[in-house]
């Protein structure tokens, strides 16, 4: 019974730590540098950290979560991930949600760094560090 108990709660334990998908322990190097970028390049201008709809999309709640985007004139579906979010800010034109497709995102000549800093803070945004 008590073997029996045991195994039930490691198995619960890691059935409960895969379920989780809110990020928590992604390494975010400096979270403030993206954000005062964020305020003074102008993506504040557009973009909600809050879930008010702007111009852009809303950039909380958005981490690791499917989205319909419109590529050539075709939809994809994608999923928001560093990555996606480097393509975003290296070439805004490539792809854009579809709820904005004909929103255009300004190209903002950003070094690798910055586009570091700004992956960084929306990352953040979308975990439970704040």
Known sequence: MLKSLFVFLIIMAFAGCRGNKKVESIHIADPEKGEALFNTVGCAACHSV???????????????????????????????????????LQDPGFETVNSFERRKMPHLNLSAEEIDNLIDYIIFLNTDSQ
């Open 50 to 88: 809050s879930g008010e709809k702007k111009y852009g999309p809303s950039l909380n709640s958005i981490l690791d979560k499917e989205v319909v985007v419109i590529r050539n004139g075709t939809s994809y579906t994608v999923r928001v991930d560093r990555e996606y979010i480097r393509r975003s």
